[in-house]
C-alpha cells in the first residue's frame, strides 16, 4: 500500500507544526495557515514548492525502481 501522506515544512523555521482551518486534505488547504513555531503565514509560492518537491522525489523514485 503506498504510503499518500505530504509533508509541509514551515520554509522559516523548519517547523512541520501549523495552525489550520480544517483538516489538510490537499497542499491548497495550507494557503495562510499559521507555523506554530514562528507565525509565518503560508503563501502560495510556499505551497507551489512543496508540490514540486513532492513530484521530484516521486520521479526519482520510479527512476530508481527502473533501474534496478
Known amino acids: 500500500m503506498p504510503n499518500n501522506t505530504v509533508p509541509f515544512t514551515c520554509k522559516q523555521c523548519g517547523s512541520k507544526q ?3 482551518a480544517a483538516e489538510p486534505n490537499s ?3 495550507f494557503l495562510g495557515a ?3 513555531r ?4 503560508v503563501t502560495d509560492d510556499d505551497i507551489k514548492s ?3 518537491q513532492v513530484v521530484e ?6 527512476l530508481k525502481g527502473t533501474r534496478g
Open 18 to 20: 501549523f495552525k489550520l
Open 27 to 29: 497542499y491548497n488547504d
Open 34 to 36: 499559521v507555523c506554530d
Open 38 to 41: 514562528c507565525g509565518r503565514r
Open 50 to 52: 512543496a508540490a514540486v
Open 57 to 62: 522525489q516521486k520521479i526519482s523514485e520510479i
